[in-house]
């Protein structure tokens, strides 16, 4: 019975490893999400601009202005590109790890149930035993 017990508490670690795994992923996912907004966000500033730029003619300092704002928004699109790389990165890792730690909370609820079956049959044999004891005369 203390093997049942020792393997019950780490049922209960490998099921909450599971839960802080799936939380880490869903994190990872939200915060990839927020960086793809951000980029759509700077992708429609971009557009805007360039469509101000696509009407009637300008001064010289509102196209100076533009020129250095759609720099700008580029250098921002690019940092957003590598930080959604990275971050697709990060949720695939999360979720690789997610995937490790539901093997292990399976794997330690198979040898739990195995477990408890040894146990279910040691009992059996012992029932069996004592009825053909108390029946000798």
């Known amino acids: 019975m203390a093997a049942t017990g020792d393997l019950n508490k780490r049922l209960k ?4 490893l599971s839960a802080v795994q799936a939380q880490m992923r869903r994190a990872a996912e939200w915060e990839l999400a927020a960086i793809q907004r951000d980029a ?3 992708e429609e500033n971009r557009a805007a601009l360039l ?3 696509g009407g ?3 001064g010289h300092l509102f196209l100076e202005a533009a020129n250095r704002r759609l720099r700008s928004l580029a250098a921002r699109a690019t940092e ?3 930080a959604a790389a990275r971050q697709t990165e990060a949720v695939r890792e999360q979720s690789l ?4 730690a539901e093997r ?3 794997r330690v609820a198979e040898l739990l149930r195995q477990e408890r079956e040894r ?4 009992e059996r044999l012992d029932g069996l035993a004592q009825r053909r004891d108390a029946s000798l005369p």
């Open 40 to 42: 759509a966000a700077l």
């Open 51 to 53: 469509a101000a730029l």
């Open 119 to 122: 146990v279910e049959g040691i």
């Open 56 to 58: 009637d003619s300008h």
């Open 80 to 82: 957003l590109e590598e």
């Open 104 to 106: 292990g909370t399976e």
């Open 13 to 16: 670690r490998a099921e909450r």
């Open 97 to 100: 790890a997610q995937k490790r």
